[in-house]
């Protein structure tokens, strides 16, 4: 008996917009270092990240990282992971 199991390994290549790049500049470096690693698992495995929802009225994702936001989009087509913005939770999504 032969079984096959077939996992679909996607990794996205992430992309940083300014103002994400400056808020990551800007904030604790451990704090940073956490949000760039959450960031590398939703990348590693899209379908599986935890503490992940789709936004409402408009395009894209929020990942959760503690007391943070980061607001990201995936582009299948080219297989990148945009991160938008990156901020406190009360007022990311402004």
Do not use: H
């Not at 808020?23 to 599986?48: C, M, S």
Request: aromatic share 6%; proline share 3%; net charge positive.
């Amino acid at each position: 008996m032969i079984i096959s199991i077939c996992y679909n390994e996607v990794m996205l290549t992430i992309r940083y917009t300014a103002d994400a790049i400056k808020v990551l500049r800007r904030i604790p470096r451990n704090t940073a270092d956490l949000i760039r690693q959450k960031v590398q698992e939703v990348a590693n495995d899209p379908a599986g990240a935890r503490n992940v929802k789709k936004l409402r009225g408009r395009e894209g994702f929020r990942l959760r990282v503690g007391d943070w936001r980061v607001v990201y989009e995936i582009e299948a087509d080219v297989l990148i992971l945009i991160v938008i913005d990156i901020g406190p939770r009360g007022g990311i999504y402004d």
